[in-house]
């Protein structure tokens, strides 16, 4: 039973637009969220996290938006640039924990 | 530094056969970890340690896998025997320290193992 779901495997988006990737999780516990960006042959990279007494993190082009009534999460980036297109994977953290509980993950496509 | 190592990063072999994945955490991280991913469960934890002992394995598929961390520089995951179904890439990533919020893991950049 996936605890972290990323329910679409590819998005594509015009350069330049804005991506949205979308993340729910059923585990009410986690207390912070975490999303990694990953290249082909590469392993993950830590991208942007956010606690779970916020409801929004920022960093640059990227924005980390954190719903915990609904259970979802999403990742914002704007604009979205051709260096953007890599899997992207939301992950959770329970607080007290050790372990980070990731989905599948999301192909994110800039299209020129 | 030069970041999370890991070794070979590339790996095929045949059913039945033994194959060992090495991974060399950054140094000074406590923590180390060992994950799967294949299409169809993503980015799978199988076990962690701290400080060189092993914390959670219950991500481990069978008694095939095992890990060993012999010390805070070295740790290796054996699969005995192997099958294809083990086919996936492995990554190991370690931490300075979890619990903390602003700690994130650090990558290496994978074993692809294909088992024919």
């Known amino acids: 039973d996936q605890q972290v779901k990323q329910n679409s495997p590819s998005l594509s988006v015009q350069e330049g637009r804005i991506s949205i990737l979308n993340c729910d999780y059923t585990n009410s516990m986690f207390d912070y969220f975490l999303w990694y960006k990953k290249y082909p042959a590469e392993g993950p990279t830590f991208l942007i996290s956010i606690s779970s007494i916020k409801d929004k993190n920022e960093d640059g082009r990227f924005t980390v938006f954190l719903n915990k009534s609904a259970k979802h999460l999403s990742l914002h980036i704007v604009p979205s640039q051709p260096g953007d297109s890599a899997v992207y994977f939301c992950a959770a953290f329970l607080g007290g924990g050790d372990k980070i509980i990731f989905g599948k993950g999301t192909r994110l496509h800039i299209l020129p | 530094d030069a970041g999370v190592i890991q070794s070979p990063r590339h790996e095929v072999t045949e059913m039945g056969q033994e194959v060992t994945l090495r991974c060399k955490p950054i140094s000074g991280h406590d923590y180390l970890f060992w994950y799967r991913q294949t299409m169809m469960r993503g980015l799978e934890l199988l076990i962690y340690f701290n400080n060189n002992v092993p914390i959670d394995d219950s991500g481990m598929p069978e008694d095939r896998f095992s890990a060993k961390m012999p010390n805070a520089s070295f740790s290796t995951l054996k699969i005995q025997p192997s099958e294809p179904r083990d086919s996936a890439v492995y990554f190991c990533?370690?931490?300075?320290?979890?619990?903390?919020?602003?700690?994130?893991?650090?990558f290496g950049p994978g074993t692809r193992l294909t088992v024919l």
């Open positions: 990533a370690s931490s300075l320290k979890t619990g903390v919020v602003t700690d994130t893991q650090y």
